[in-house]
C-alpha cells in the first residue's frame, strides 16, 4: 500500500469510526465493482458489518480523499518542474489535509497573469520593497527617488511606492499560515449581513425576512443560507460578510479591525512613529482590504453554500428515503383520479398489478359541474372493475374531488372502497417522460399522470423511482444546490430504498429493475424483454440466459430479484443464491425439506447459528439467512394507514385557530414539518411546535409519510401560511391573522345545489345498481 493509500485509508477510517482493516477490505470491494447495498447485505464479514450509511459516507469520502491526493500531486509537480520545492515546503503541502488548504500553500507558486506586483518587480523594486520592511526608519519617499524608471512606467516616486506596495501585498496575501489564520479567524468571527437592494421591496417581498438581517456565519443554517444566496441570485438582496467587531449595537459598521492587526504582527509590522511606519501600516490595510477579504469572503461565503448544499441534501435524501419506503396500499384494484376544473378530472383505473383497465375524463367542477354525470361514470368504473381503492392527486380541487370520491363511496356501501389522496409531485413528469411514452404510446399525457397516481398509491417505491428524484419535491431549495452532486446523492437514496426492499423479477419495470444493485438500464430492458418473449421467470437461475448477464452481475444483482412462487422457495427470498448450499446443509442437518422450514417461526429460532458458520459463512450471514427463513421476503415497510381530511374545510379561508385536524406529514426540513391538512397549502409545525421534550432534528418526531395530528395556531391569508402545532395543549396566540373571506359565487352555487345533488345522486345510484 502506497503512502497515499495509507493516508486515505486511515483518515476514513478515523472519520467512519471503524478499524483500519474494515475500510482497506470495504474499498477493495468497491473497487472489484462491488455496491453498496450488495456490500452492506451480503459482505457482513468482510467489512466487519458495516451499515450502508457508514459505506455511502466511506464511498464519499473516498472519492474526495482520492481526488486530494492527485491534486497534491499534480501541485507537487508543478512547484518542481519551477525548480522551487524546498524540503519544507514538500513537507507541508505533504501535510495538508484539506484542498483549500494545499491551493493556499501553492498560491505563490501557482502559474497567473502578469501582475501589478511582477510588473514592478521587473523595474527592479524588489529591493525597495525588502528595504522598507525591514528598516521603516527609512523615509520612504527618499528611498523611492532611487528606483525611478520612466521607460518601466515609473517615472515619480508616487508610483515607485505603489509598486512596492504591490509587491509586499502580493507577499502578505499569499502568505499560506497567515492565510489559514485569517480563514479561521473570520470563520470564528464572521458576520452574514442582508440588506434589500433599494426599489426591490416590493417585488423581493418573499425575501422580507432578510431585508436587515445578520447572524453569526458559523450559526446559519442551511435554509437561511440558501435563501440569501436566492435573494441575492435574484438581485433582491445585497449580501456580504462582515466582522463582529466592526459592528456596533445599531448594527452599523465602526472602525477597529483585528485582521489587519494580525497582518502587521506576522509581518512584524508596527507604528512606532517612524518614518516608513505609516506607509507600511497603509500598505497592511490594503493588503487585508483589496486582497485578502476579498478573497476570504469568497471562499468563506463559498464555503457556506457547500456546507448549506451539503445540508439540504442530505434533508432532501432523508425526505426521499421515507416517501420511497412509505406504506404500499398492495395489489389491490384502484382508480386514480388527476383532479382539474376546466379540462376535467382525468381517471384511471388499473389492476392489482398496476395494468391499465379503462380510463375515462369526468366534468363535476367549474365550469361544467357535471356532478352527477361524473358520479354515473365513476359508478360505472368502480362497479365493472370491482375498484378497492381510490387514490386522488392533491393538486387544484382536489378537496372538491374527495368530496366527489366520498358521495361515490356513500352511494356504493357493499364494495367497501377507501379514498386516499396523494402527493402528485412529479406526476407530471412522468407523465410527459420518454418511458411513459413507450408504456403508453396511444394514452393522452393528461391520462397517463392518472395512472400514476393509482399506481403510487399500490406501490409508492416501484412508482416514484420511474420520476427523475430532484422532481418529487420533497426537499428544501433543491433547485439552488449543485445538481451533480444532488442527482449522486438522491440516486444512492433510491438504489438503497430498491434493495431493501428487493424486487420481483417477474413484474418490475424497467426504471424499477434499473435501479437494483449491478444493473443499468441495458440490463433492465434485456429483462424485461426476455420476460415477454419468453414468459416468467421460473427461478434466479434462469437469469444467467439474459442477453449481457455476467456471473458478475448476477452475483451482484441476484439476491435483490424474487422470483415468486417459482421452482425454488428460496428465489423468493433475500437469501443470496451462493448461500442456498449454506440452507441445503442447515435442511440436511434438521432432515427437513424447504416448504417445511420456510415460515416455521418456531422451528427456526431453535436454530443455533453458530452451529452453522464455517470458513465461508460468517456469523452475520448465518443470522440473515434464518431470519428469512422465517420470514422470507419480508418487506421492511410500515403497514397501510390514512389520513382523513375535515369534513367543510378545504381552503385556508375556512382555518380557524383552535382547529384539531388529521394530516399527512409531506416534507421535514430542519426548521420543523410541513403538512398537508386538505387545504390545497401545507402548513409548517415549526420544530418547536413538534413535541413536549426538546427537539435537535425534526426527523427524531416525525418523516415524510406520517399520519398526524395537529392544532391550528395561526393563518396568515395574505401570505397563504399557516402555522401549526402537533402539541395539541398549545394555547392559540392572541390576535389571529385569518380575517374572514367572503363565500365565492362558486361555493354558494355549489351549497345551493347540495339538496338536488343529494337527491339526483341517489337515484342515479338506485339506477346503476338494477
Given at each position: 500500500m502506497s503512502s497515499a493509500e495509507l493516508r486515505i485509508t486511515q483518515k476514513i477510517a478515523e472519520e467512519v469510526g471503524c478499524r483500519l482493516q474494515q475500510v482497506v477490505a470495504t474499498v477493495t470491494l468497491l473497487d472489484e465493482g462491488a455496491t453498496v447495498p450488495f456490500i452492506a447485505r451480503y459482505r457482513k464479514e468482510v467489512t466487519g458489518g458495516l451499515d450502508d450509511t457508514q459505506l455511502r459516507l466511506l464511498d464519499e469520502r473516498l472519492t474526495y480523499l482520492r481526488e486530494l491526493e492527485d491534486r497534491r500531486a499534480a501541485i507537487l509537480a508543478s512547484i518542481e518542474e519551477q525548480g522551487k520545492l524546498t524540503p519544507e515546503l514538500a513537507a507541508q503541502i505533504d501535510g495538508a489535509e484539506t484542498k483549500q488548504s494545499l491551493e493556499d500553500l501553492y498560491l505563490p507558486y501557482k502559474p497567473k497573469r502578469r501582475t501589478k506586483a511582477q510588473i514592478a518587480r521587473e523595474a527592479g523594486l524588489a529591493p525597495l520593497a525588502e528595504a522598507l520592511l525591514a528598516d521603516p526608519t527609512l523615509s520612504p519617499e527618499s528611498e523611492a527617488e532611487k528606483y525611478l524608471n520612466a521607460d518601466a512606467g515609473f517615472a515619480d516616486t508616487k508610483a515607485v511606492l505603489d509598486g512596492a506596495r504591490q509587491i509586499l501585498m502580493e507577499q502578505f496575501s499569499e502568505d499560506a499560515v497567515l492565510l489559514g489564520e485569517l480563514r479561521a479567524y473570520l470563520d470564528d468571527h464572521g458576520v452574514v449581513k442582508s440588506t434589500v437592494v433599494e426599489g426591490k421591496e416590493t417585488e423581493g417581498a418573499k425575501f422580507r425576512d432578510y431585508f436587515d438581517y445578520s447572524e453569526p456565519l458559523a450559526s446559519v443554517p442551511s435554509h437561511r443560507a440558501l435563501a440569501l444566496l436566492r435573494g441575492r441570485n435574484e438581485g433582491m438582496l445585497q449580501v456580504a460578510l462582515v466582522l463582529d467587531s466592526e459592528l456596533d449595537e445599531a448594527n452599523k459598521p465602526v472602525g477597529h479591525n483585528p485582521c489587519e492587526a494580525r497582518i502587521a504582527k506576522r509581518a512584524g509590522i508596527s507604528d512606532q512613529g517612524r518614518p516608513g511606519d505609516k506607509w507600511l501600516?497603509?500598505?497592511?490595510?490594503?493588503?487585508?482590504?483589496?486582497?485578502?477579504?476579498?478573497?476570504?469572503?469568497?471562499?468563506?461565503?463559498?464555503?457556506?453554500?457547500?456546507?448549506?448544499?451539503?445540508?439540504?441534501?442530505?434533508?432532501?435524501?432523508?425526505?426521499?428515503?421515507?416517501?420511497?419506503?412509505?406504506?404500499?396500499?398492495?395489489?389491490?384494484?384502484?382508480?386514480?383520479?388527476?383532479?382539474?376544473?376546466?379540462?376535467?378530472?382525468?381517471?384511471?383505473?388499473?389492476?392489482?398489478?398496476?395494468?391499465?383497465?379503462?380510463?375515462?375524463?369526468?366534468?363535476?367542477?367549474?365550469?361544467?359541474?357535471?356532478?352527477?354525470?361524473?358520479?354515473?361514470?365513476?359508478?360505472?368504473?368502480?362497479?365493472?372493475?370491482?375498484?378497492?381503492?381510490?387514490?386522488?392527486?392533491?393538486?387544484?380541487?382536489?378537496?372538491?374531488?374527495?368530496?366527489?370520491?366520498?358521495?361515490?363511496?356513500?352511494?356504493?356501501?357493499?364494495?367497501?372502497?377507501?379514498?386516499?389522496?396523494?402527493?402528485?409531485?412529479?406526476?407530471?413528469?412522468?407523465?410527459?417522460?420518454?418511458?411513459?411514452?413507450?408504456?403508453?404510446?396511444?394514452?393522452?399525457?393528461?391520462?397517463?399522470?392518472?395512472?400514476?397516481?393509482?399506481?403510487?398509491?399500490?406501490?409508492?417505491?416501484?412508482?416514484?423511482?420511474?420520476?427523475?428524484?430532484?422532481?418529487?419535491?420533497?426537499?428544501?431549495?433543491?433547485?439552488?444546490?449543485?445538481?451533480?452532486?444532488?442527482?449522486?446523492?438522491?440516486?444512492?437514496?433510491?438504489?438503497?430504498?430498491?434493495?431493501?426492499?428487493?424486487?420481483?423479477?417477474?413484474?418490475?419495470?424497467?426504471?424499477?429493475?434499473?435501479?437494483?444493485?449491478?444493473?443499468?438500464?441495458?440490463?433492465?430492458?434485456?429483462?424485461?424483454?426476455?420476460?415477454?418473449?419468453?414468459?416468467?421467470?421460473?427461478?434466479r437461475k434462469a437469469l444467467l440466459e439474459v442477453p449481457r448477464m455476467g456471473e458478475k452481475t448476477f452475483e451482484q444483482a441476484a439476491g435483490f430479484l424474487r422470483v415468486i412462487s417459482g421452482d425454488n422457495p428460496l428465489d423468493a427470498s433475500a437469501v443470496h443464491p451462493e448461500a442456498y448450499p449454506l440452507v441445503e446443509r442447515i435442511l440436511a442437518d434438521i432432515k427437513k425439506g424447504i416448504k417445511d422450514v420456510i415460515g416455521d417461526t418456531r422451528l427456526v429460532k431453535s436454530l443455533q447459528a453458530v452451529k452453522y458458520t464455517d470458513d465461508k459463512f460468517g456469523l452475520p450471514t448465518v443470522q440473515d439467512i434464518l431470519k428469512e427463513l422465517e420470514k422470507p421476503g419480508r418487506d421492511p415497510r410500515p403497514e397501510f394507514k390514512t389520513a382523513v381530511f375535515k369534513d367543510g374545510v378545504e381552503a385556508v379561508k375556512d382555518l380557524r385557530p383552535g382547529m384539531l385536524l388529521e394530516g399527512v406529514v409531506t416534507n421535514v426540513a430542519n426548521f420543523g414539518a410541513f403538512v398537508d391538512i386538505g387545504v390545497h397549502q401545507d402548513g409548517l409545525v415549526h420544530i418547536s411546535s413538534l413535541s413536549n421534550k426538546f427537539v435537535k432534528d425534526p426527523r427524531e418526531v416525525v418523516k415524510a409519510g406520517d399520519v398526524v395530528k395537529v392544532k391550528v395556531l395561526e393563518v396568515d391569508l395574505p401570505r397563504q401560511r399557516i402555522a401549526l402545532t402537533m402539541r395539541l395543549t398549545d394555547d392559540v396566540p392572541a390576535g389571529p391573522k385569518t380575517g374572514n373571506v367572503p363565500m365565492s359565487g362558486k361555493a354558494r352555487q355549489q351549497q345551493a345545489r347540495q339538496p338536488e345533488q343529494s337527491g339526483a345522486m341517489a337515484a342515479a345510484f338506485a339506477k346503476l345498481k338494477r
Amino acid at each position: 500500500m502506497s503512502s497515499a493509500e495509507l493516508r486515505i485509508t486511515q483518515k476514513i477510517a478515523e472519520e467512519v469510526g471503524c478499524r483500519l482493516q474494515q475500510v482497506v477490505a470495504t474499498v477493495t470491494l468497491l473497487d472489484e465493482g462491488a455496491t453498496v447495498p450488495f456490500i452492506a447485505r451480503y459482505r457482513k464479514e468482510v467489512t466487519g458489518g458495516l451499515d450502508d450509511t457508514q459505506l455511502r459516507l466511506l464511498d464519499e469520502r473516498l472519492t474526495y480523499l482520492r481526488e486530494l491526493e492527485d491534486r497534491r500531486a499534480a501541485i507537487l509537480a508543478s512547484i518542481e518542474e519551477q525548480g522551487k520545492l524546498t524540503p519544507e515546503l514538500a513537507a507541508q503541502i505533504d501535510g495538508a489535509e484539506t484542498k483549500q488548504s494545499l491551493e493556499d500553500l501553492y498560491l505563490p507558486y501557482k502559474p497567473k497573469r502578469r501582475t501589478k506586483a511582477q510588473i514592478a518587480r521587473e523595474a527592479g523594486l524588489a529591493p525597495l520593497a525588502e528595504a522598507l520592511l525591514a528598516d521603516p526608519t527609512l523615509s520612504p519617499e527618499s528611498e523611492a527617488e532611487k528606483y525611478l524608471n520612466a521607460d518601466a512606467g515609473f517615472a515619480d516616486t508616487k508610483a515607485v511606492l505603489d509598486g512596492a506596495r504591490q509587491i509586499l501585498m502580493e507577499q502578505f496575501s499569499e502568505d499560506a499560515v497567515l492565510l489559514g489564520e485569517l480563514r479561521a479567524y473570520l470563520d470564528d468571527h464572521g458576520v452574514v449581513k442582508s440588506t434589500v437592494v433599494e426599489g426591490k421591496e416590493t417585488e423581493g417581498a418573499k425575501f422580507r425576512d432578510y431585508f436587515d438581517y445578520s447572524e453569526p456565519l458559523a450559526s446559519v443554517p442551511s435554509h437561511r443560507a440558501l435563501a440569501l444566496l436566492r435573494g441575492r441570485n435574484e438581485g433582491m438582496l445585497q449580501v456580504a460578510l462582515v466582522l463582529d467587531s466592526e459592528l456596533d449595537e445599531a448594527n452599523k459598521p465602526v472602525g477597529h479591525n483585528p485582521c489587519e492587526a494580525r497582518i502587521a504582527k506576522r509581518a512584524g509590522i508596527s507604528d512606532q512613529g517612524r518614518p516608513g511606519d505609516k506607509w507600511l501600516s497603509d500598505t497592511v490595510r490594503w493588503t487585508w482590504r483589496i486582497k485578502v477579504f476579498m478573497h476570504l469572503e469568497s471562499d468563506l461565503m463559498n464555503a457556506l453554500r457547500e456546507r448549506a448544499e451539503e445540508e439540504a441534501i442530505r434533508v432532501f435524501g432523508t425526505n426521499l428515503h421515507d416517501l420511497l419506503l412509505a406504506a404500499p396500499a398492495g395489489p389491490r384494484t384502484t382508480m386514480g383520479i388527476d383532479p382539474g376544473i376546466r379540462t376535467g378530472c382525468k381517471v384511471a383505473v388499473v389492476d392489482a398489478t398496476g395494468k391499465l383497465l379503462e380510463t375515462a375524463t369526468i366534468y363535476p367542477h367549474e365550469p361544467r359541474c357535471d356532478w352527477n354525470g361524473a358520479l354515473h361514470t365513476l359508478a360505472v368504473l368502480a362497479k365493472k372493475h370491482n375498484v378497492n381503492l381510490i387514490s386522488i392527486g392533491n393538486g387544484t380541487a382536489s378537496r372538491e374531488t374527495d368530496k366527489l370520491a366520498a358521495d361515490l363511496i356513500r352511494g356504493l356501501p357493499e364494495m367497501h372502497m377507501t379514498k386516499i389522496v396523494v402527493s402528485e409531485a412529479g406526476a407530471s413528469v412522468y407523465s410527459a417522460s420518454e418511458y411513459a411514452a413507450r408504456e403508453f404510446p396511444e394514452l393522452d399525457v393528461s391520462l397517463r399522470g392518472a395512472v400514476s397516481i393509482a399506481r403510487r398509491l399500490q406501490d409508492p417505491l416501484a412508482e416514484l423511482v420511474k420520476i427523475e428524484p430532484k422532481s418529487i419535491g420533497v426537499g428544501q431549495y433543491q433547485h439552488d444546490v449543485s445538481q451533480t452532486k444532488l442527482a449522486r446523492a438522491l440516486d444512492g437514496v433510491v438504489e438503497d430504498c430498491v434493495n431493501a426492499v428487493g424486487v420481483d423479477v417477474n413484474t418490475a419495470s424497467i426504471p424499477l429493475l434499473t435501479r437494483v444493485s449491478g444493473l443499468n438500464s441495458t440490463l433492465a430492458s434485456n429483462i424485461v424483454a426476455f420476460r415477454d418473449k419468453h414468459g416468467a421467470f421460473a427461478n434466479r437461475k434462469a437469469l444467467l440466459e439474459v442477453p449481457r448477464m455476467g456471473e458478475k452481475t448476477f452475483e451482484q444483482a441476484a439476491g435483490f430479484l424474487r422470483v415468486i412462487s417459482g421452482d425454488n422457495p428460496l428465489d423468493a427470498s433475500a437469501v443470496h443464491p451462493e448461500a442456498y448450499p449454506l440452507v441445503e446443509r442447515i435442511l440436511a442437518d434438521i432432515k427437513k425439506g424447504i416448504k417445511d422450514v420456510i415460515g416455521d417461526t418456531r422451528l427456526v429460532k431453535s436454530l443455533q447459528a453458530v452451529k452453522y458458520t464455517d470458513d465461508k459463512f460468517g456469523l452475520p450471514t448465518v443470522q440473515d439467512i434464518l431470519k428469512e427463513l422465517e420470514k422470507p421476503g419480508r418487506d421492511p415497510r410500515p403497514e397501510f394507514k390514512t389520513a382523513v381530511f375535515k369534513d367543510g374545510v378545504e381552503a385556508v379561508k375556512d382555518l380557524r385557530p383552535g382547529m384539531l385536524l388529521e394530516g399527512v406529514v409531506t416534507n421535514v426540513a430542519n426548521f420543523g414539518a410541513f403538512v398537508d391538512i386538505g387545504v390545497h397549502q401545507d402548513g409548517l409545525v415549526h420544530i418547536s411546535s413538534l413535541s413536549n421534550k426538546f427537539v435537535k432534528d425534526p426527523r427524531e418526531v416525525v418523516k415524510a409519510g406520517d399520519v398526524v395530528k395537529v392544532k391550528v395556531l395561526e393563518v396568515d391569508l395574505p401570505r397563504q401560511r399557516i402555522a401549526l402545532t402537533m402539541r395539541l395543549t398549545d394555547d392559540v396566540p392572541a390576535g389571529p391573522k385569518t380575517g374572514n373571506v367572503p363565500m365565492s359565487g362558486k361555493a354558494r352555487q355549489q351549497q345551493a345545489r347540495q339538496p338536488e345533488q343529494s337527491g339526483a345522486m341517489a337515484a342515479a345510484f338506485a339506477k346503476l345498481k338494477r
